[in-house]
């Protein structure tokens, strides 16, 4: 249960501020905000990993996708960490719904259709997975940032939190991204991660 609380608060904190970096000055400064959340995300997960479990599934529910397929997570905890993180991330929406009129202007201006947006996300997906995968196998936590910085560069910068499915929901709860992109982005992502996943566990296996 305190996994879940935790997952669910780390997704609530990270929509807040990706609603918030959403007006930053400048869309670069968005970008590196998210990147530096989610890096900071990481390594705390990762404090609590131990050789037989990863515990990234804390930072993000994709990566829970990740690391059950390579057996890092048991798939019976799938599903609860998923409807964690998107509880967190709607209450976060919902937050940053309540502020929207002391935040300002946002820098979204168009949004992405629908083929564009699953293709976009299912790149930032498998990009994910392998970041997932990295970070797990000892790899540095900045590698973490990667996929955001994906989604920032080849998106529409509402969703620059293509790699956190639960995030992207929570956008569109606060009206900052549309909900059939939001569903269309989230289930790509999370198809591509586990594409990504058995992906890297052919080309370099996990130990």
């Not at 609380?5 to 930053?24: E, P």
């Not at 609860?80 to 509880?87: D, F, G, Q, R, S």
């Not at 790149?123 to 994910?128: A, E, N, R």
């Amino acid at each position: 249960m305190r996994r879940l609380t935790m997952g669910a608060l780390l997704s609530a904190l990270l929509t807040l501020v990706s609603a918030m970096a959403l007006r930053a000055a400048d869309a670069t400064l968005a970008v590196a905000a998210v990147a530096a959340v989610v890096v900071l995300f990481a390594w705390y997960a990762l404090l609590h990993s131990t050789d037989e479990r990863s515990t990234l599934d804390l930072a993000n529910p994709a990566s829970a996708v990740t690391l059950a397929v390579v057996g890092r997570q048991p798939w019976g905890n799938l599903l609860p960490a998923i409807a964690a993180h998107t509880v967190g991330a709607v209450i976060g929406g919902l937050a940053a719904l309540a502020l929207e009129d002391r935040l300002g202007d946002t820098l979204v201006f168009a949004q992405p259709g629908l083929v564009v947006t699953a293709a976009g996300a299912a790149l930032v997906g498998l990009i994910g997975a392998w970041a997932t995968l990295s970070v797990d196998g000892d790899g540095h936590e900045s590698l973490a940032a990667i996929p955001a910085v994906v989604s920032g560069a080849i998106l529409p910068l509402g969703l620059l939190t293509a790699f956190h499915p639960a995030a992207v929901i929570g956008l569109a709860t606060a009206g900052l991204v549309p909900w059939d992109v939001a569903l269309v982005a989230s289930g790509s992502t999370l198809a591509a991660s586990i594409v990504g996943a058995y992906a890297v566990t052919v080309l370099v296996p996990h130990e």
